[in-house]
């Protein structure tokens, strides 16, 4: 609650713990976002919606 | 501004960690229910497994007309990484996190892939099988993204389930353990069984469009199940953080040794791996033994599978039982094997002698035996876990297990749809090849329970000691003393 320079406002982790957090984030976005290219790309194989 | 953060500081520190996916404090007693959520897990690895030997091995076959070396060579990919469950628990076990976690970061991921591969694998199969335009794609292409979709559920349903044992193992004391056990493998039958049943309906009328959203729609379910299975059971542990940092994990090799040093340990694998594979290959082949040797009909034959998994049940709920009140697990599962042995006996002599009652005693007594073995065999490792190995242990059991009956299910398939096709391969009757595969699993049983006879000293000292005992306990509560 009381001002910590080495916590990370609002949410009271540590700066370690919020770049662990954002870490997961950023994974998944990667994960997700080649999987879904993936996808696409495989769908515009079979059925493509462009050309 | 200041009011505001002082606003938001109050609110946040009231609401906030409700919200949070990780429990604040380690609780000392685990509710049944929580366990129970936690277990949803293994409904999703049931579903992929199911939908991998089951559901696309058909569908691939026969609605996708892909060659069936080709959809062999696809399934058994994700059997490639089964001994990598060593080294994920491995790295779960030394895992270093801000947080504190060990065992969360891994599951999560492990669903990630298990959503990706179900995510693309209706495309990838539609390319492979040349539908729509895929017809002119290059054939790399198809062959490519299926395996990529394979491997990706292979490696997730691995590691989810591997650090998901690890993780029920964290949160239990030893005498609990049997009802966590227990409670897994109940949900992994109950995945398996009810994903059967549901996407067999889902696809009795197969359109490539049935197929995307079935596929994906396990895919949703397993990212839904797994989240829900994980929230809030891994602490947020400073102290551990702090630990994590300075502890110094010793390489991966010199922890396998280490682990394999333990008393038994390799002898008990080498157990669970005859037991499985022995079990593993009855499953696949009792359906057609029935109606090919003595003439039940398909809904007949149907039935058979629920009368092995009413055994199996029934073989978990006594080794929960029994284990709960403190028996040791080894003799059990000794027992286990040794009911297997006269069950496949029945089977064998019941089309020679004609007589089906016999046929359903067998398989009940069989389902009951690989009930009672999974249990205690399972049970057993954990209990022989050393605290800060837990992953590690629990990695080489399903390195193991998951080989061993992926072997055995696929050969039960080979060797199942070899008979199916030429009924009059021998001049000795239907079931004489059958009776072969039977027999053989029989002696697998027996030289399981041979290897498993000595391991009764080491347990029986162990207990008698009790210092594996203390040790665990103390170890738990601060789990990060790698030395």
Redesign the interface.
């Known amino acids: 609650m009381t001002d910590d320079p080495d916590k990370v406002w609002p949410t009271g982790l540590t700066l370690r713990e919020a770049e662990e957090v954002h870490s997961y984030l950023i994974d998944g976005t990667r994960v997700f976002g080649a999987i879904a290219a993936i996808a696409h790309i495989l769908v515009a194989v079979s059925t493509p919606w462009l050309g | 501004m200041l009011d505001y ?1 002082a606003f ?3 609110t ?2 009231r609401v ?1 960690p409700r919200y949070l996916p990780f429990a604040d404090v380690a609780t000392a007693e685990v509710p049944l229910g929580r366990l129970l959520r936690l277990s949803l897990f293994q409904v999703t690895v049931g579903m992929a497994l199911v939908l991998l030997v089951g559901t696309l091995n058909r569908v691939m076959i026969v609605e996708l007309a892909v060659p069936a070396s080709l959809v062999a060579g696809m399934l058994a990919l994700p059997l490639v990484f089964a001994p990598f469950r060593t080294l994920i628990g491995y790295k779960s076990d030394t895992h270093v ?3 504190g976690l060990r065992r969360v ?1 891994y599951i ?2 492990g669903t ?2 298990q ?2 591969g179900f ?2 694998m209706p ?2 199969l ?2 492979l099988s040349g ?4 017809v002119d ?1 290059p054939r790399w ?1 198809g062959l490519v ?1 299926a395996a ?1 979709a394979f491997l990706l559920v292979g490696a997730g349903v691995h590691m989810v389930q591997t650090v998901g044992l690890a993780l029920a193992t964290d949160l239990v004391d030893e005498e609990d353990q049997p009802k966590v056990v227990g409670l897994m493998y109940v949900m992994l039958l109950f995945g398996m069984v009810g994903s059967a049943l549901l996407f067999g309906t889902l696809l009795e009328n197969y359109t490539p469009g049935r197929l995307i959203r079935v596929i994906q729609g396990a895919a949703v379910a397993t990212v839904a199940l797994n989240l829900f299975a994980l929230w809030k059971q891994e602490a947020r542990d400073r102290v551990r ?1 702090q630990a994590m940092l300075t502890a110094r994990a010793p390489a991966f090799g010199a922890a396998l040794e280490q682990l394999m040093r333990g008393p038994g340990t390799i002898r008990l694998l080498v157990v669970i791996g005859l037991g499985t594979f022995g079990f593993g290959m009855a499953d696949v082949l009792l359906e057609p033994y029935g109606g090919q040797a003595l003439g039940f009909t398909v809904a007949q034959t149907t039935k058979l599978t629920a009368l092995f998994a009413g055994g199996t049940l029934a073989g978990f709920g006594i080794a929960s039982r029994v284990l709960g009140r403190g028996a040791p697990p080894l003799p059990l599962g000794r027992l286990g094997a040794a009911i297997g042995i006269p069950g496949f006996l029945a089977i064998v002599l019941s089309s020679g002698l004609g007589q089906p009652g016999l046929f359903l005693a067998g398989t009940f007594a069989t389902g009951l035996g690989a009930g009672l073995f999974g249990h205690a065999t399972l049970t057993a490792t954990m209990r022989a876990a050393p605290a800060g190995q837990i992953g590690l242990a629990l990695g080489s059991w399903g390195a193991v297990q998951a080989t061993c009956a992926g072997i055995g299910m696929a050969l039960a398939g080979i060797v199942r749809d070899g008979l199916v096709a030429m009924p009059a391969l021998s001049g000795y009757g239907a079931a004489a090849p059958y009776n072969v595969v039977f027999m053989t699993e029989a002696a697998f049983l027996v030289l399981a329970i041979a290897v498993a006879v000595p391991l009764g000293r080491f347990a029986g000292h162990k207990d008698a000691a009790g210092h594996r005992d203390l040790a665990g306990r103390d170890n738990r509560k601060n789990p990060v003393e790698v030395a």
């Open positions: 953060r938001a500081l109050r946040l520190s906030g996190s801000a947080l970061p999560w991921k990630m892939y959503f990706g995510a693309i495309f990838a539609l390319v539908y729509g335009e895929a794609a292409i993204s990529l953080a």
